[in-house]
């Protein structure tokens, strides 16, 4: 076989015959491709004559059984919208699209409601997709405010729970915050019922005070006081409760206070300075110094007085005697001696008035009087006098004497006249100290004599002793 290499002229030929070749395919070609393009929808209509019909020709289309009319699914569950499809004969499929609609309900449809479609055709429903939401942190906010936070499209539920919490605080929630959860999700919430209280601690603080706080945590009115013993703390402070701080308790519960009632002032009257200051150890002490006839150091008075609240540390003023007064002792009736000795031994110096400055003698009465209150070392001034005894012996001597000079006078010559009958006296005094002892005789010269011996200021008295001379 020869084969021969076309000339320059032959291939310019050969190119224009494979052009007008291609040509020709181009131009077969492009009416395939037209009829290519209407092909579904010829196809459509070839394989689904009712689709697109309407009027009278879809209403004898439907009667004749050939086509059914799309019942309405918008709004329905997929599940709901495919039960009601089959009993039409019709099929379903379903798509998804983002949405905010309620999630698991149809929001389209393809084709609408009322179109007329072959038996076992498929109806397209669209349902709404809706990415996950998010929790927010609930806890610790009040419910309304949970409600404003929770993201649309969930729900709440919310149960009361005993707790110390302020009413309808959030205690916790489920699912926790952070968790991703489909719409229409319900949320469960755990809110305080405000029913419980924590005590608060209210030692050491002012009764009033601690009143005001238990009120303020939800115990008001039924705050009990009571006395506590002796306390160094001030009076009315709180020394100790019931409930103990942090306790929790029913709202409106009974708390029991217990606050100082202060110290109680001992009684120190009468008792040495040295005794006082030990029982007023826990007072600040003062004295003062008055005139007294107690000991120097006792306790005259006391402000404040016995049994007395107050605070620890509060001043006690004492008064105390500073032994400068001693009273008279009652000396009537004692010797020189005794009277000396008990006055110098309270203090006081002894000398004598008047009366007779012997051993023997008797106080009869003192300046100032027994009982008087005096400086110490005053001079108490005594009246003596002698004993009942040595009166009587006194007296007994005076008349002796005065019977004696009476005896004398009779057997003496007396160159003088007699008396008269009546008219012979006779005296004679003997003097104790400055009290006069005095006898006295008198009588006619008859046979009858009057003797009488008186005792002047003294206690005992001689009277009357008669005699009958020869």
Known sequence: MDIRVPTRSGAVVLVGLLMAAVSVALAQTAPLTQKAQLAPKAALAQTDPCRGQTGRLAQRLIESGRCVQVPAVLGQTSDDALRQLAQYGLRMSSAARTSD?????????EPRAGAAVMRGSTVKVTLPYAPPLVLPELVGTGLDEARRRLPKGLGLNATPQASVRPRDEVLSQQPAA?????????????VSDGSLVEVPGVVSLPLAAARRALVEAGLEGQVQQVDDEPSDAPIGQVTGQEPAP????????????????????PDVVGRPLAEAQAALQRFSLGTTEADSPLPAGQVLEQTPPAHARVAAGSAVRLRLSNGSVVTVPTLQGLSRDEAGALLQAGGLQPAIATGPDWALARVDTSAPAAGTAVKRGSTV?????????IWAAGGLVAAATVAAAWRGLRSRPDPDPAPAAGDVQLSASIHFNTRPLTAQASGPEAPTLGLRASLLRGPVQVHEHQETSP
């Open 101 to 109: 609609d309620t999630p698991g309900l149809i929001i389209d449809q």
């Open 178 to 190: 952070g968790t991703q959860v489909r719409r229409g999700s319900v949320v469960e919430l755990r």
């Open 246 to 265: 942090g306790s929790v308790v029913k709202r409106d519960s009974a708390v029991t206070l217990r606050a100082s009632a202060g110290l109680e002032v």
């Open 381 to 389: 001034l005594l009246t003596l006098v002698l004993p009942a005894w």
